[in-house]
């Protein structure tokens, strides 16, 4: 796991709880930030993701036959 990945988890979740707050106090700017927000944390956990995956291919490609 790496740092993008945590953050953008954290960023994603805090999102999710910023717009249903949004939604309880029947507040449309804090629903429309914490969707930008919650969508900024999935895009910065896939960033995360591939980061890995490149990391387990190159790891795995410089293993010798």
């Known amino acids: 796991m790496n740092k993008n990945q945590i953050d953008g988890g954290m960023k ?3 999102g999710k709880v910023q717009k249903k707050f949004g939604e309880i106090v029947d507040s449309p700017k804090h629903q429309a930030e914490g ?3 919650e969508v900024e944390g999935k895009v910065q956990k896939t960033a995360g ?3 890995e995956k490149a990391k387990n291919i190159a790891k795995e490609a410089s293993k010798p036959v």
């Open 49 to 51: 993701n591939i980061e």
């Open 12 to 14: 994603e979740v805090a």
């Open 35 to 37: 969707g930008m927000k």
